[in-house]
């Protein structure tokens, strides 16, 4: 767990700083900065910070696109908390998952003092597939979005096979679906 007291903000950031529609915001508050002051972080590479935002919606439901219009405003990654879900954006992928911060603590195990390690574990809990050893977020997330892709298709080829009628063309679809299948396979 990673304490956040030090990084507490709780700061409401006014609708009209972000471009985009975010009319069915009804605010925006600034609840966390993780950084190297703040958490006892250490640098590597790029990445300097982590922002968590709760962000409450007029209506019961999620506008989604609220959230890529507040992340094109902020350089760093951010954690939104919207609801009892959490959501982030990494590669331009919108991800949602059971709520990670509770009080003062981000509910995700420490594994080492620099915040590129943490944020990788972040997005591991945001992503539903084991990420590989030696693989970058950049590349564990364009995997995810390969394998989507494919259970996209497999969805929609088996559709075309329940609904073929002629036996040789049934024949050719399934050996279609059966070799999209191994590619899921093989990448997951």
Same mark, same amino acid.
């Given at each position: 767990m990673v304490n956040l007291k030090r990084a507490k903000v709780n700061k409401r950031i006014p609708k009209n700083r972000f471009k985009g529609d975010l009319s069915a915001v009804e605010l925006v508050t600034w609840l966390y900065k993780i950084s190297l002051e703040t958490a006892d972080?250490?640098?590597a590479g790029d990445l300097a910070e982590i922002q968590i935002f709760e962000v409450k919606f007029k209506a019961d439901a999620i506008d989604k696109k609220a959230f890529a219009a507040i992340q094109k405003a902020i350089p760093y990654p951010?954690?939104?908390?919207?609801?009892?879900k959490n959501y982030t954006i990494a590669e331009g992928t919108l991800f949602e998952a059971d709520a990670i911060v509770a009080g003062d603590e981000l509910q995700? =195990?420490?594994?080492?003092?620099?915040?590129?390690?943490?944020?990788?574990d972040i997005i591991k809990h945001f992503v539903p597939i084991a990420k590989r050893m030696? =693989?970058? !977020?950049? =590349?564990f997330i364009a995997r995810y979005s390969i394998i989507k892709g494919l259970e996209r298709d497999i969805a929609s080829l088996q559709k075309r096979v329940d !609904?073929?009628?002629q036996p040789n063309k049934r024949i050719q679809l399934n050996e279609e679906l059966k070799r999209l299948k191994a590619d899921k396979e093989a990448l997951q």
């Open positions: 972080f250490r640098k951010i954690i939104f908390a919207a609801g009892a995700i =195990e420490r594994r080492s003092s620099l915040i590129s390690d943490l944020y990788d030696g =693989e970058n !977020t950049s =590349e !609904t073929e009628k």
